[in-house]
T-cell receptor, first 112, second 113 residues
Framework: QKEVEQNSGPLSVPEGAIASLNCTYSDRVSQSFFWYRQYSGKSPELIMSIYSNGDKEDGRFTAQLNKASQYVSLLIRDSQPSDSATYLCAVNEASGTYKYIFGTGTRLKVLA | DVKVTQSSRYLVKRTGEKVFLECVQDMDHENMFWYRQDPGLGLRLIYFSYDVKMKEKGDIPEGYSVSREKKERFSLILESASTNQTSMYLC????????????FGPGTRLTVT
């Protein structure tokens, strides 16, 4: 059973701090990795995708991938109360397969 | 901007009714998906389509069917709605090669009474 594991939280950080969200996955053939943000009652919104080992930055967001250790993380710099949401990690084999495996998400609370 | 739309945001149906949920994407994506999301269970794949008229069962297809007559449109059908199908239903789409980013529609909150 392929799995994606996330700490459910809540992860509470003060406004302006760095929030660090982590995700581990079980399937070594996974090649594509995605972070989604989901506000309560809304659908997931894609924040970042990452395919290669290392860091990928987009504005206040940085995704980090380590395939040898099978983890992917998301850093949110200068956290804002509007970042308070559930963050979903997803992986895919990137071979045209339809199987995207989602974690159950980490709830982030940014305290003003 | 990628746009995935769903026919209804909220829907209330009675047990035994046939329910149609529609999804349309405007990015020429080959792949389209239907998920349901329930608290504590995360996203679960119901059905997937990789081309017009092509479909594959996901993890929880029982009680559901799908239709894809046009590339941009993917419909989910609940043949005879039951209370345990009360859920948030999410449609998504993606390319089948190159960029595998999956984009979601706004979701349909279905309540079966």
């Amino acid at each position: 059973q392929k799995e994606v594991e996330q700490n459910s939280g809540p992860l509470s950080v003060p406004e302006g701090a760095i929030a660090s969200l982590n995700c581990t996955y079980s399937d070594r053939v996974s090649q594509s990795f995605f972070w989604y943000r989901q506000y309560s009652g809304k659908s997931p919104e894609l924040i970042m995708s990452i395919y290669s080992n290392g860091d990928k930055e987009d504005g206040r967001f940085t995704a980090q991938l380590n395939k040898a250790s099978q983890y992917v993380s998301l850093l949110i710099r200068d956290s804002q109360p509007s970042d308070s949401a559930t963050y979903l990690c997803a992986v895919n084999e990137a071979s045209g397969t339809y199987k995207y495996i989602f974690g159950t998400g980490t709830r982030l609370k940014v305290l003003a | 901007d990628v746009k995935v739309t769903q026919s209804s945001r909220y829907l209330v149906k009675r047990t035994g009714e046939k329910v149609f949920l529609e999804c349309v994407q405007d990015m020429d994506h080959e792949n389209m998906f239907w998920y349901r999301q329930d608290p504590g269970l995360g996203l679960r794949l119901i059905y997937f389509s990789y081309d017009v008229k092509m479909k594959e069962k996901g993890d929880i297809p029982e009680g559901y069917s799908v239709s894809r007559e046009k590339k941009e449109r993917f419909s989910l059908i609940l043949e005879s709605a039951s209370t345990n199908q009360t859920s948030m239903y999410l449609c998504a789409s993606s390319f089948s090669s190159g960029n595998y980013e999956q984009y979601f529609g706004p979701g349909t909150r279905l309540t079966v009474t």
